[in-house]
């Protein structure tokens, strides 16, 4: 696409940029001398429907990218000189658009040297406030203060049951716990997304791991954990999941979901309904996803070669998105190949255009993570400031971090994950002082905290387990992260 004749485009060739819909992108064309012709602008944008259709038939049809969402549209002549025009960005996803120059009498299109521009739009009430509170469920039951922990003889109880093989699973906390918390959250801290760590059905005698069994080692996708529920004769768990969805949503939140559809637990429903699924080494042996040199022995990797698991996985997500869901943490995001993705995310936006999809991708590359935000139309991505704890590392990591989030898609600075040890844990000001320097270096507002680092909880969330929250702690960073929060709107 080089030319040697000297034609210029605004936004320069090859630039990469985040914009919202609604907004409006302007492009315009410089010729060095004058030429009798006309401009146009080649361009997929508006036709996002036309190209998610084409990804969806490819699997489902068997049919081949055509390109046909591309399409040329003329430019207005300003001077003898220069062309332009305005385009409105009226949908969500990834759109890329490039100027061409046809002199009078030619045949063979003039352009200027370099890439197509990729502009990947967001939807437009995500500009702004993406202030997520992530809240474990499992944590808001009556020990989230900490004063109901089992005393000694409860523990050699426990201890001595255990020892007798007895399976021993304390109360979990409910949906219903947690709307009682609702307006704290959503009110008085300033949160406006609610990101739940995964509600689907547990181990419990079977391939549990810890106490309560890891909420990732997922037994079916669509499931809710009854863990989570009271029982209740006039509201099934799916029921008084749907309580939690109303309350967010009656206080103008959204609702996050974690979903892990990289693996699932041992024995769950797909082991039974579509074995071939599960992946295997040349020994017959299921294989184990991990990462950081860590196998996770509760888990088992499903095998994304298998495109009819794509078809399954996107009516998963479509089905959250039907009871309400307005967005989803995808684990271990990085391990599904990235036309999995471009084909689950094609089909949910077909239907539900606004849905975030939020990327964890730590323990890949960051190549991976840029080609899931641009060509898989991922919104955002976990940033991996939490993990950089020096000035050093915060300076060499920071600049690769402020690109992402102006080019591919933004990266979102939780403070504190259940991947990392409790701020608090190493001193409540050193706590004060990386949750505001994740809510201040955040773009867009797109900063994240676990539950509990309010109140400068000190034990680590451990996703098998429900340690206290430290829950109305006199001694908080309530009204820090409130102030933190009205800067970010």
């Not at 036709?47 to 068997?62: E, Q, T």
């Not at 749907?242 to 967010?248: H, K, M, Q, T, V």
């Not at 080609?371 to 600049?399: G, K, T, V």
Request: hydrophobic share 40%.
């Amino acid at each position: 696409m080089s030319t040697k004749n000297k034609i210029h485009q605004h936004p320069e060739p090859g630039s990469r940029k985040i914009m919202f819909r609604g907004d409006t992108v302007t492009f315009t064309l410089s010729l060095d001398k004058e030429s009798q012709g006309k401009a146009w602008v080649r361009t997929n944008i508006g036709h996002a429907s036309i190209a998610r259709k084409a990804v969806i038939d490819s699997l489902d049809r068997n049919l081949p990218l055509q390109g046909t969402e591309w399409f040329d549209i003329p430019m207005r002549q300003v001077d003898s000189h220069h062309f332009s025009v305005m385009l409105p960005l009226s949908e969500v996803g990834h759109f890329e658009a490039k100027c061409f120059f046809m002199s009078a009498g030619k045949t063979k299109p003039l352009w200027p040297e370099g890439d197509n521009i990729t502009i990947n739009v967001e939807p437009a009430d995500s500009c702004c406030a993406n202030i997520i509170y992530n809240a474990f469920v499992r944590q808001f039951g009556k020990n989230k203060n900490g004063q109901h922990s089992p005393d000694d003889s409860d523990k050699l109880c426990i201890l001595h049951l255990d020892k007798k093989e007895y399976t021993v699973i304390p109360r979990s906390g409910t949906f219903r716990d947690l709307i009682a918390e609702l307006d704290f959250i959503v009110g008085k801290l300033g949160c406006r997304f609610v990101h739940l760590l995964p509600i689907s059905p547990t181990p419990t005698t079977y391939g549990r791991m810890g106490r309560f069994g890891s909420p990732y080692a997922a037994l079916h996708f669509t499931g809710i954990d009854p863990a989570l529920a009271e029982f209740d004769i006039k509201a099934t768990p799916l029921e008084q999941f749907g309580e939690l969805l109303d309350a967010i949503h009656a206080r103008k939140g959204k609702l996050m979901i974690d979903i892990a559809v990289n693996h699932t637990g041992w024995a769950a429903s797909l082991h039974e309904t579509h074995p071939h699924w599960l992946l295997r080494d040349h020994t017959g042996d299921i294989r184990r996803p991990g990462a950081w040199g860590v196998v996770w022995q509760d888990l088992t990797s499903l095998d994304y070669s298998q495109q009819d698991l794509w078809k399954y996985i996107a009516h998963v997500f479509l089905t959250w998105c039907r009871r309400g869901v307005d967005g989803f943490r995808c684990d271990a995001g990085y391990m599904i190949p990235l036309p999995a993705w471009t084909y689950i995310i094609a089909m949910v936006r077909e239907q539900f255009p606004e849905t975030i999809f939020l990327l964890e991708g730590l323990g890949g590359r960051i190549s991976v993570t840029r080609d899931l935000l641009n060509h898989a139309d991922f919104n955002w991505a976990y940033s991996e400031l939490f993990q950089n704890y020096d000035r050093i590392q915060i300076e060499n990591y920071l600049p690769e971090a402020i690109d992402i989030s102006n080019t591919d898609g933004i990266a979102v600075h939780y403070a504190e994950t259940h991947d990392n040890n409790r701020l608090a844990s190493r001193s409540r000001i050193y706590a004060r002082m990386r949750t505001a320097l994740c809510a201040l270096c955040s773009h867009q507002g797109a900063f994240g905290f676990a539950n509990g680092v309010e109140w400068f909880a000190d034990k680590k969330i451990s996703v098998h387990e429900a340690h206290p929250l430290n829950w109305g702690s006199a001694e908080n960073q309530v009204d820090h992260i409130r102030r933190l929060n009205i800067l970010l709107r």
